[in-house]
Each structure stands twice: as structure tokens, then as C-alpha cells.
């Protein structure tokens, strides 16, 4: 279409997250459709903006990463899109590179942080095992300031349209150049997010006697993280797959994520091939409080803050006994939980005996 329109010299800049070379085919799209008197310069312009903090991110950005040709005719490209977001972004803070440099960067950026939140989760089942606390490791680890703080919170696993795609993508780029090892090195980043997501799910069927079947279980959070109605690659369909395969009846609540929207993904061919079934298994709620009534156990499966606020004492006497937390994303005061009466399960941290003898102390209802 660029092709078809332009008349004059253009600079085109690809936004998207694209394999490697994407510029590269662009512009032999571009010389196939070649109109005499136009020239084209392709640059890469990634973005790294995270869903719910878009603006913020765009506004004050930690760098802005532009590549292009190293040619004359490139370099001048870069300095007008340099220019633009000068009116706001120090100069010192653009990062000028390569095209492929620039493309690789982004898929890079997203697959390490990616990696962090594996290696937490990763030492998040150990933790259990062990009778270590994860959150205690993740602050002792995160201050050391070669490594930081940020993405090693221990959780059900991660989400979103980015991760997952963008690590998959760099695999196979790997493949592609016959790097077997590295790339057999960033899918284990991706079968250790699927491994926590199922780990989750088994702890679920476990606790409350390895059996779900016709019990009512409530799904806190369907998005993939807070301050989004984006549930693509969320942990919560996993989560939700597993206990509709064993039988469950689920009750599910989020603040943003539209009724429709959480069918379709529990009635899509890669979750179920009986979407009827499905449909006759879970209900969907307006409120924490409806959605959690004569339930036998509460699922958190994304970090919402009004879940933190909720009143929790009022919704364990609306459930079922034994009550049942398990927060898959810590975000919970599982002390003043275990004082009400809920049996607490979480992620990297093992409940010990005195806990859980207190909170049978409730006659149970099975």
C-alpha cells in the first residue's frame, strides 16, 4: 500500500515486535513495487511500552531504540525520527544501532525478563520443597545490585501477548541458524512458565482431596496481569483448563475482562472440543463477593488490588468448610487469612502443620 501511494522519497519505521530481517523484507516489498523518482529507508523503532503502564512507559522512557541502514541516506532517516521524539526524550536516552541490532533488541528484552520470572518460579518449587520462602530469597537476591529487584516476584506464571511470543520467536530464529543448544536454552525459559502454571493447578486438586469433581471452585482474576482487560497467554486458562478437565464448576470474577471474552477463551479448540460442556461449567460474576458464595475454594489468579482490600472474614462465612485460599500471585496477608480460618496455599512458600491444624479447626464440609 506504501508502494502503491507514495510519490516521493518515504521513511517507513516498524513499531511491531517482528522476527529479525522484518525490515529486511519490507524492503524488497518495497523495490518489487518500485516507482521511479522514490527511495525508501526502513527503520526499526521498537516499542517497549507494558500494558497498563502504556503512557507512562511512552512518556518517560528508559531509552528509545532506532536502527537503520549504515549508509548516509540511513543515518539521515534516523536523525528525523531521532528529532521527533526529541520534543520529549533526552538525546542521551535514544540508542541509535543497526537494523538487526535494533529488531534483536526487543525480542532480547522481552525474553530476558521472561527468563527472571522462570528462574524465580523455578526456585519457587524448591522453596516448597525445602521449606524456604521464596519472597525472602526474591528480596535477599534482588538487592544485590548486579541483579535488582524487578521481575522476581514468584507467581502462577506469566502472560500476555509479548513473552511467550517474542521467546518462541527467538527459537526459532535459533533453529533457523542451527544453534541447537541456544536455542533448546530459551525454550526451557517457556516449559518452565508452562511447568508453573501446571504445578499450580495439581496443588489445586491436591489440597482439597485430589478431587474437584462438582465442586465449586471461584477464579479471582481471568487477565494475565492487573490494569488490563488482556487475557491473551493468561496463567488463569491454564488454571481454569485444568479444573473443567477434572470436573469442576467454576465461578469466575475480573474487574475488567468482559463475560464474553472469558468464554471464548474457555471455549476455544486449544482448551476444550465440547465448548457446550464448558458453557454448562462455569458461571461468571460481577463481584469478589457473589462469586465467592458457597464456594469450596478461592483460585487468585491475577493481582488485581481490590482483591487485597476485599472483606475476607465476610466471604468465609459464605463458604464452604474448609475454606480454601491458594494465591497464585502473593499478593494476600495469609497470616489474617489463616487467623479467619482459611486453609492457605501458595506460591514458594510450604504451610506448615500449626497452620493448618488452626484452620480445621472449622467442622469441615466435604
Known sequence: MI?????GDKIVVEKSTVPVRAAESIMNILRANHKPGVSYQILSNPEFLAEGTAIEDLVNAD?????????????????????????????????????????????????????????????????????ADVSEVARAV????????????????????CFQKDILNLVYICECLN???????????????????????????ESLFNTVTDKSISMLGFAFK?????????????????????GAMLHIYDPKVEESQIIEDLTHPSVTNDPEYVKSRISIYKDAYSVTKDTHAIVLCTEWDEFVELDYKRIYINMMKPAYIFDGRKILDHDRLQKIGFIVQTIGKRITRTVLSRAWGSQPQI
Open 142 to 161: 534482588g538487592l544485590d545490585s548486579r541483579i535488582g529487584s524487578k521481575f522476581l516476584h514468584a507467581s502462577v506464571g506469566f502472560g500476555g501477548s
Open 63 to 131: 531509552r528509545v531504540l532506532i536502527g537503520g541502514e549504515d549508509s548516509p541516506e540511513g543515518q539521515a532517516a534516523i536523525e528525523e525520527l531521532c528529532k521527533v521524539y526529541e520534543h520529549w526524550i533526552p538525546r542521551k536516552n535514544i540508542l541509535t544501532t543497526n537494523t538487526w541490532s535494533s529488531e534483536l533488541s526487543k525480542l532480547a528484552a522481552n525474553a530476558f525478563l521472561a527468563q527472571r520470572i522462570s528462574s524465580i518460579n523455578s526456585l519457587s518449587a524448591v522453596c516448597e520443597a525445602t521449606g
Open 179 to 205: 544453534l541447537p543448544e541456544v536455542a533448546a536454552y530459551w525454550q526451557q525459559v517457556i516449559d518452565m512458565n508452562e511447568y508453573q502454571k501446571s504445578r499450580f493447578s495439581a496443588k489445586v486438586i
Open 226 to 246: 492487573k490494569n488490563t482487560g488482556d487475557t491473551r497467554e493468561s496463567p488463569a486458562i491454564h488454571v481454569a483448563k485444568t479444573l473443567l478437565d477434572e
Open 3 to 7: 508502494a502503491e501511494i507514495a510519490t
